[in-house]
């Protein structure tokens, strides 16, 4: 089992930067593929970014290419999501999860522990 927790959200400007962590417990962690999902109030819960057991592969959503990079540091168990020129489509919670397995994927069925979530909210 994998426990998450999450940090990091809180509300900005348009334009501005913030970095989520998500630190994670027990003895998968480095070996499980994570990612990170949103939702927004009166939406389904979706894909942002993922990032292999290894971290040499990454996905993202097209909505957030190249504005959030993902990252992962394994000595530390906590994984990063670097948000920057945020936008206030970007708003949302922001959860973190661990894969079933190694390998990156963008289906949330494929995580079988998630974090409690943090709120980022943008402003125009």
């Known amino acids: 089992q994998v426990q998450l927790v999450e940090s990091g959200g809180g509300l900005v400007q348009a334009g501005s930067s913030l970095r989520l962590s998500c630190a994670g417990s027990?003895?998968?962690?480095?070996?499980?593929?994570m990612g990170w999902f949103r939702q927004a109030p009166g939406k389904e819960r979706e894909f942002v970014a993922a990032?292999?057991?290894?971290?040499?592969?990454?996905k993202y959503a097209d909505s957030v290419k190249g504005r959030f990079p993902i990252s992962r540091d394994s000595a530390k168990n906590t994984m990063y999501l670097q948000m920057n020129s945020l936008e206030p489509e970007d708003t949302a919670v922001y959860y973190c999860?661990?894969?079933?397995?190694?390998?990156?994927?963008?289906?949330?069925?494929?995580?079988?522990?998630w974090g409690q979530g943090t709120q980022v909210t943008v402003s125009s």
């Open positions: 999860a661990a894969g079933r397995g190694s390998a990156i994927s963008t289906s949330w069925g494929d995580y079988s522990n």
């Open positions: 027990g003895r998968t962690f480095s070996s499980s593929a």
């Open positions: 990032i292999s057991a290894s971290g040499y592969t990454k």
